[in-house]
T-cell receptor, first 118, second 110 residues
């Protein structure tokens, strides 16, 4: 199964600044996914990142606020820009694990980044 | 898009009790997973179960795809089972993405 390393695990940031979150996968994957979990809420998909093309954003999320990079098949970053306290959330990356699909495991998630904006 | 409803929203148990969590979904699915989110926010994959029944220790899950629901059974609950349990589905027509239910907050008291 794929193993995802996500960092930082947590951060406290000043409003108006930006934070870049990194996810490294130990195998090549076609798509990587970024989710947001606001306090006490469920997970919501922000965008899907394909290598070599622009990320596809879900309704309510825009590239200027959440720019994504996908330079190769094992790495992606999500930047939370011009942060406000409303951006305080857990951000998680995910992959559809092809190897796991054969073993019937589905999607795997990184350990998450807990962001607090003050 | 596909809708996912989980019940109950909250559940409080005494250690040793059994429980059943339910997930209803509104359309046919390619994938259904149950996750446990621990207090540190980490999402642990419990089951990949688009259909059928699986068991892993004290946990088991059943998905009846034709009736669009899945059940997660926890037997002999322990305090370490506490946390939020999420059901997430990939709809047949929604492309590669998971849609999450609102979760069940489980508290197991000693």
């Amino acid at each position: 199964s794929a193993v995802i390393s996500q960092k930082p695990s947590r951060d406290i940031c000043q409003r108006g600044t930006s934070l870049t979150i990194q996810c490294q996968v130990d195998s090549q994957v076609t798509m990587m996914f970024w989710y947001r979990q606001q306090p006490g809420q469920s997970l919501t998909l922000i965008a899907t990142a394909n290598q070599g093309s622009e990320a596809t954003y879900e309704s309510g999320f825009v590239i200027d606020k959440f720019p994504i990079s996908r330079p190769n098949l094992t790495f992606s970053t999500l930047t939370v820009s011009n942060m406000s306290p409303e951006d305080s959330s857990i951000y998680l990356c995910s992959v559809e694990d092809g190897g796991w699909a054969q073993a019937n495991y589905g999607y795997t998630f990184g350990s998450g980044t807990r962001l607090t904006v003050v | 898009g596909i809708q996912v409803e989980q019940s109950p929203p909250d559940l409080i148990l005494q250690e040793g009790a059994n429980s059943t969590l339910r997930c209803n979904f509104s359309d046919s699915v390619n994938n259904l997973q149950w996750f446990h989110q621990n207090p540190w926010g980490q999402l642990i994959n419990l089951f990949y179960i688009p259909s059928g029944t699986k068991q892993n220790g004290r946990l088991s899950a059943t998905t009846v795809a034709t009736e669009r629901y899945s059940l997660l059974y926890i037997s002999s609950s322990q305090t370490t089972d506490s946390g939020v349990y999420f059901c997430a589905v990939e709809g047949e027509t929604s492309g590669s993405r998971l849609t999450f239910g609102e979760g069940t907050q489980l508290t197991v008291n000693p």
